[in-house]
């Protein structure tokens, strides 16, 4: 059982300024009351709380507040998680099934409060069977405090949602707030009730960010995330010891195995892997500062695509991690134009509304509009670079040479001479560079080293944007 807090006496020793937050360090003076004198219950609850904070000690919030009818339906608290203030609830699925009620609310709602006045992150546990029904409307109007509550908070301090057993309707909606969503794979997350729906296929069509095996695996996961996670918006990104990569890139053949010739060593940590394969998009740190990764894999840009990559660049952005982009891309599919419309539409609105670090980097193809939306100036990336083998086109290489040439085709002339000369003299990445739409071009085996300089000198960007409550796209 997770140790509470009135076993300890604590003396603050030192505190330290964050930007508009105070964190406070505490040592432990003595051990006043043993646990097995408290007469809260060991509950799985609680367990799965310990398992998450740091040597499984936490503080909890309300621990002895009960419902009308008994205990309140879910355990909530604070501590460490790897050296990380954060808070924490967990429903307790086996008092009343977890049935949401007013006062479960409560002290969800209390967890939110406190995590948006001291700037941290929230990890919620869900394991419920749905709302407690005997409340009626008064549960419905505390369900619609977490809402409001949830949508508070975002983008000022990282949620991290952990589905650990059931998830449906309105608590499906509240968990699906959260930044990003770990499930345990037999867990049930759907909206609709009743549903065959399984994470798997939550994960296939992007609602889970990462399926998890069992619990202790989803929080591993969740572990990993809040170490490379800023506490809140205005902290700086974490920065840690490092190890060099293990993946050389002149052997990556996937878009994940160039991030992984870039990023420190066992660092990488992909969200989204099943869902939309084509695009990866990742956490990882590069010199042991946190970044953020979006790598393509050389066919078209689907819709999926676009929406996976739009929501992580926004992710990242509202943290002010570094986004850095790997394109390779032949230009937007023409399936499904209508869908392909909006989805490129917001992924080129949150690429240039985002002012967090934007560096591009062409690893292969860079046609058309892919090549406007994710690594040209109107993206409005800050370094732009290209390999030096890569083709910069306005058109794929064979309906340009179709429409720039179609005389000497005519002619007789060979087509493949003649794309070889388009790819050389007029999409070649040096032609770009001339006329000052790639910033450098390099062989591939430097990526990590021009990276890393770049992030260097792009540490204290700043951007001022007009002012407005939000953008409209």
């Known amino acids: 059982m997770a140790k509470n807090s009135c076993n300890y006496n604590f003396k603050v020793i030192k505190y330290k300024r964050m930007d508009n937050y105070v964190h406070a360090k505490f040592i432990k003076i003595k051990e006043d009351i043993r646990v097995s004198d408290l007469t809260l219950k060991d509950t799985a609850a609680r367990g799965r709380l310990a398992s998450l904070f740091d040597n499984g000690i936490f503080t909890e919030i309300d621990a002895f507040a009960k419902s009308e009818n008994g205990d309140v339906e879910v355990a909530a608290g604070f501590g460490t998680v790897n050296g990380a203030p954060v808070y924490a609830f967990s429903q307790d699925v086996t008092v009343n099934g977890g049935a949401v009620s007013i006062a479960q609310c409560a002290k969800i709602k209390k967890v939110y409060n406190l995590a948006a006045k001291t700037g941290c992150p929230i990890v919620g546990i869900y394991d419920s069977n749905g709302m407690k029904l005997t409340e009626g409307f008064e549960a419905l109007n505390a369900y619609g405090e977490i809402v409001k509550a949830s949508a508070s908070v975002s983008g000022v301090v990282p949620q991290i949602s952990v589905i ?58 969740v572990k990993k995330i809040i170490c490379l996670l800023p506490s809140n918006n205005l902290s700086s990104p974490p920065v840690f010891d490092f190890e060099e990569p293990d993946t050389n890139v002149e052997n990556a053949k996937s878009p994940l195995e160039i991030v992984n010739s870039v990023a420190d060593s066992g660092s990488v940590l992909e969200l989204k892997s099943n869902y939309a394969e084509n695009a990866v998009t990742a956490f990882a740190s590069v010199a042991g500062s946190t970044v953020g990764f979006v790598a393509f894999g050389g066919s078209e840009l689907c819709p999926s695509c676009a929406y996976k990559v739009e929501a992580f660049v926004k992710l990242c952005d509202a943290f002010n991690i570094p986004v850095i982009t790997f394109l390779d891309s032949k230009g937007l599919s023409k399936e499904n134009e209508n869908n392909m419309l909006v989805a490129a539409t917001k992924l080129t609105a949150a690429y240039t509304a985002a002012t967090c670090p934007k560096i591009s980097v062409v690893t292969g193809s860079a046609i058309g509009a892919a090549y406007i939306v994710l690594a040209g100036r ?26 720039l040439y179609n005389k000497r085709l005519a002619d007789g002339e060979k087509r493949e001479e003649l794309e070889k000369e388009y790819i050389e003299n007029m999409a070649s990445p040096f032609t770009a560079a001339a006329c000052g739409a790639i910033d450098d071009v390099f062989v591939s085996t430097e990526t990590r080293g021009k990276i890393i300089a770049a992030l260097d000198v792009l540490v204290g960007k700043r951007e001022t944007t007009l002012p407005r409550k939000h953008s409209v796209k």
Not at 200 to 212: H, K, Q
Not at 380 to 400: E, F, G
């Open 164 to 221: 650990a057993g059931a998830c449906v309707g309105t608590s499906a909606l509240i968990a699906n707030m959260a930044d990003i969503v770990v499930a345990v794979k037999n867990a049930d997350f759907y909206i609709t009730v009743p549903s065959e729906l399984t994470v798997d296929e939550c994960a296939e069509s992007g609602t889970v960010d990462i399926a998890a095996d069992d619990f202790d695996n989803a929080v591993d996961f």
């Open 378 to 403: 109107y993206s409005n990336a800050d370094l732009v670079y290209a390999w030096d083998n890569t083709v910069i086109s306005p058109l794929d290489t064979k309906a340009a040479v179709a429409f």
